[in-house]
């Protein structure tokens, strides 16, 4: 999860603006409120919260669409003490087109997607599911301009110990630095930062459904997006209508476990790409199929001994070329601009093209500016950094394990040979990602101990077979642990979800959403995306 910080529907941009450039440009506390317990019966009294409306209106913005609508919606800071303080939560809607009074809510990954955002950028890809519904997200809390986390000097810290820079060989000094990087977020960012993590992003997720007018959540959520569903899913099982899940997350596995399985699923999507480049003219790495896996691999090993130097006079390392392979694998359609880039670099040892595909947007605004009238951050005042900064907030608080600095410098001599194993050009890349919790307080077991056999209505998961994000297999797992209502779709395609790059899978969630059609157990999606292979049942909403 932790290498996940390119959005789902950001895919298509992020060789050309770089991935954090998609979040916009702070951070701010929480609405403050007196203290203390506000019960009813016992338990805590959230009813001001459930009995919310939202208010329409205009985004804010000079290029925000005509045609889309912005509003908030207030949440506690803390739901077991909800006298503590609030924040708001921004929301963005397409009005639907077909006259109907429900809506669907959707979640784009990250974690640490600013939904408003992305919806204002691809919001055409779900025209379709207007004609039935609503077409409403928003940015959860730590995120965009919903109270948005920020580590302010200590992201570049983080950046420093990353996947491209990190030396193994000195763990201690690592962790060193990751403490401090944690020591820095917790300051940047606030009153907001223990409260971050997608137990509470649920709850967050009910509170809209009843400010949205709705009985039942309708709701379509890819990589991150998937988790949040689930952990939805067994908090208000009665509460699920309609919900589908496109690139299924992990709900089990520690970071360990994910990194393995990580690298195993890159691997997988850079044999494809690899399969497609020796059977076009112009593979920088020739025709032989063989011989261009062992070619990748050395061109990696050489750029780590001998890293190139740009033409700002950085170096750029085998891990760097690494960690921009990994966002050029999010979508097929940027394989041919990933070919020549490695022809560029290969050839005539110029780094510029894959660099491209991995760029960052610019360092994070200092200091914590307060909110505008409407209570949310200003498009314009939200931090550089919070993609990254709510990316790793969201999966630390949603990891229970701490090992100890002696107990991490142990594991990692033990997994070198697993990750190396699973992937020789991702397995390093992936290691450097157990660390990054450390310093960080624990975060919560209920994900792991408690979403499972959910009680809902059948719901669909899609899984793809060349996902470099969330691996195939994850799908299988997660849809077993939620039990007999998760049926899953099998989309033999590549890349990063299925919804974006395949009309079969398209069609099918929005035949599930709109109709209620359900593909039967077992049903596929091709390679290829057009032709349709699924057998519909029928299920009410």
Request: net charge neutral.
């Given at each position: ?148 986390v920020s580590c302010g000097d200590g992201g570049d810290q983080a950046a420093a110990v ?60 890819f990589s991150y997006g998937t988790r949040l569903g689930s952990v939805y899913a067994a ?241 299988v797992r997660t849809a077993q642990r939620l039990g007999p209502a998760a049926v899953v ?53």
């Amino acid at each position: 999860m932790l290498a996940k910080l390119c959005t789902r529907s950001a895919v298509r941009r992020c060789a050309g603006t770089g991935v954090l450039a998609l979040a916009l440009l702070g951070s701010v506390l929480p609405t403050p409120a007196a203290a203390g317990p506000v019960t009813v019966a016992g338990r805590p009294d959230l009813s001001r919260f459930y009995r919310q409306k939202v208010a329409w209106g205009a985004c804010p913005g000079p290029g925000a669409p005509r045609d889309m609508q912005c509003g908030k919606v207030t949440v506690p800071l803390d739901y077991a003490r909800p006298g503590t303080g609030t924040l708001d939560l921004a929301l963005g809607r397409y009005r639907g087109t077909g006259g109907s009074h429900h809506s669907v809510l959707l979640n784009f990954g990250g974690p640490g997607g600013a939904g408003v955002t992305e919806l204002a950028y691809g919001g055409q890809e779900f025209m379709d599911l207007a004609g039935g519904y609503d077409v409403v997200t928003f940015d959860p809390r730590g995120v965009g301009r919903s109270s948005p986390v920020s580590c302010g000097d200590g992201g570049d810290q983080a950046a420093a110990v990353s996947g491209a820079a990190a030396d193994l060989d000195h763990p201690q000094a690592l962790l060193r630095q990751l403490r401090q990087s944690a020591e820095a977020c917790a300051r940047s960012s606030g009153d907001v930062l223990p409260y971050i993590g997608t137990v509470n992003a649920a709850r967050d997720l009910d509170v809209i459904r009843q400010a949205l007018g709705e009985r039942k959540l309708n709701y379509l959520g890819f990589s991150y997006g998937t988790r949040l569903g689930s952990v939805y899913a067994a908090q208000f099982p009665h509460n699920v209508g309609r919900m589908a899940l496109d690139g299924v997350d992990t709900l089990t596995e520690s970071l360990a476990e994910q990194g393995i399985d990580g690298a195993r699923g890159q691997q997988t999507a850079l044999d494809d790409f690899l399969d497609w480049c020796a059977a076009h003219a112009g593979c920088p790495f020739g025709r032989d199929r063989r011989a261009a896996g062992d070619a990748v691999v050395r061109l990696v090993r050489s750029l780590d001994r001998r890293p190139v130097t740009t033409d700002g006079g950085d170096p750029f390392s085998g891990q760097d070329l690494v960690a921009a392979i990994v966002q050029a694998l999010y979508s097929k359609d940027l394989w041919p601009s990933l070919r020549r880039a490695l022809g560029s670099l290969t050839r005539d040892g110029d780094p510029r093209g894959v660099m491209g595909f991995a760029a960052g947007g610019a360092g994070p605004v200092r200091g914590r500016p307060a909110p505008g009238h409407d209570g949310l951050v200003a498009p314009e005042d939200v931090p550089a950094d919070n993609l990254q900064a709510a990316l790793m907030a969201v999966n630390c608080a949603d990891d229970p394990d701490r090992p100890s600095a002696a107990r991490i410098a142990g594991d990692l001599k033990r997994l070198r040979a697993a990750y190396d194993e699973a992937s020789p050009v991702f397995g390093r890349y992936r290691l450097t990602q157990v660390l990054m919790c450390y310093g960080r307080p624990k975060g919560t077991d209920f994900i792991r101990a408690r979403v499972k056999d959910v009680d809902t209505p059948r719901m669909l998961l899609v899984g793809t077979r060349g996902d470099p994000a969330t691996p195939y297999p994850w799908a299988v797992r997660t849809a077993q642990r939620l039990g007999p209502a998760a049926v899953v779709l099998d989309n033999r395609g590549d890349g990063h979800t299925g919804y974006g790059s395949s009309v079969c899978v398209h069609r099918t969630v929005d035949d599930f959403l709109l109709h209620g059609s359900l593909p039967a157990y077992g049903s596929s999606c091709p390679a290829d995306g057009k032709e349709w292979r699924v057998f519909p049942n029928r299920i009410d909403r």
